[in-house]
């Protein structure tokens, strides 16, 4: 597979995204870095080849950062996990902006309060940070615990989402 890359520049830095030829996110983040990018995704489903090009979701990160939070909820993604993953991922998806959930209910979405390692785990593999929300889970006294590209970035996501609801 040949992926498409196309890098923005953000008020949160340089965000990048690549996306299989269907248009599908694979993995995107605050980074210009293609081997960071390419790093997040498992061995056995990297792109043979990856060209520079424009992508559908560029458009849907423009709207967000112009204050539309909810243009990201339409992108399509791709991600291969376990089932727990994808029900996982796919549950990040529901969380609302400006509407965070700890990991504890993150954990309880799953079905498994007690799952609190699970859910941040969840979140941690995440590749297609921004379209599937995991900067929406927070520690259960609210600070904001972990985040691949960095707590400033998280920190100003959900700023952004509070101050647009």
Partial sequence: MTALIQTLDTPDGPFTILADERQRVLVSGWTDDVEAILGRLPAR???DAVRDAETEAAGAVGAYYAGDVTAIDGVAV????TALQLAGWAALRGI???EPLTYTGFAARLGNPQAVRAAASICARNAPALFVPCHRVLRTDGSL????WGLPVKESLLARERAAR
């Fill in 45 to 47: 489903v990297r792109p």
């Fill in 78 to 81: 791709a991600q291969t996990g």
């Fill in 96 to 98: 609302a902006p400006g």
């Fill in 145 to 148: 615990g972990g985040f691949a």
